[in-house]
């Protein structure tokens, strides 16, 4: 027997599904409740397809920690053995009378999950194939190059169901289709890496920078910016809202370090002119030279609350905190402890998320 959904295949369809190409003279009926997940060995055929291609935008289904695309779908009575080969299954099958099969090919993800990693890594979804009021689980999880494989009545409709920390999203299999549990942040905004820099002067009396003849200094923010309808520890926003999420790491370009307050030092610039504290804590800066010899510290995500349907604006970074750095002392011995410093120029981040 051979493992199907939450169902046992009888022997006729494992031989279906398992058999030789060579071996398969005829095509097998399937069952009227067969749910299946295949893998393929290679994409569907790009010249001759037996389906209809799927934009991977529309396609898909994202949650924090998966990511599922499909990039063919078709709808058949009867797929024969050349037919079955360009979607990866060894052999012909064909649907019981008064039927047909719902095919849908998965790709792997163009994105990573919500939360920004590699949808080959991450731990995934549970998932479901859903026909009317009867649900199909999956076993293990989707993965790329895969071909599920559904029976259902002819004109009837099934969906792929996936629930990722507690919210279920679904997509039509006929179709290629999102359905309107869609969570729309996931598709309207992606990831970004960019940076700034902002620049200080010290203004402590006495004071001179080795290297910086007006006392000024270049404090870098590099940022990843994306738009979450789901962060940890926090969980779900609330409907209509997201996390603007900026993971900042700030190099100050002279020796010394610095403890920056989040929620003074930066600020969302909305385009109608609003304007969005950062979220409370506090940063301490790496120095330039160190970033040439040792890896860059771990990012600290500074969030703020919008829209959910935010792709664009401005985050401002103006410095506010404690600096420490190392300078010459009048008697010109080297000394580092903290001075007294005015902002000079901020740093300004524009950015556009949309997908």
Sequence with gaps: MFQRGNRIVAPAVLLALALPACTSTSSDVLAPDHVAVADTTADP???TPPGTRVSWQDAALIGPHSAVELDTVAHVTTLSTEAAHHWGLPGGVRATQGFELLLAHTRRPHR???????????????AQV????????LPGRLKGRQT????VRLGTDAFLAMTDSGRTQTL??????RGSDAVGAYYTAGHRDLSANATIRVTQAGVTLPGK?????????????ALQPYTEPEGWTAAGTARLVCAVTVVLHIAGAARFDLAKSFTLKLPDGRTVPGSPGT???????????EPLPNPVPVTFGVPDTVTAGT???QPSGTVDVTFQYKDGSLKNQPVKWMLRNPGEIPFDLTL
């Design 148 to 151: 599920i494989v559904v029976s």
């Design 45 to 47: 055929d790009q010249e």
């Design 283 to 293: 940063l301490t800066t790496t120095t330039l030279a160190n970033t040439t010899s």
């Design 213 to 225: 003849p007006d006392n000024a200094v270049d404090v870098g923010v590099l940022a990843k910016i």
């Design 172 to 177: 039509n299999l006929r179709t290629g289709k």
């Design 130 to 137: 859903r026909v009317g009021s009867y649900a199909h689980k």
């Design 112 to 126: 990573p999950t919500g939360l920004n990693v590699d949808g080959e890594l991450e731990k995934g979804a549970d």
């Design 315 to 317: 985050v401002v970074f």
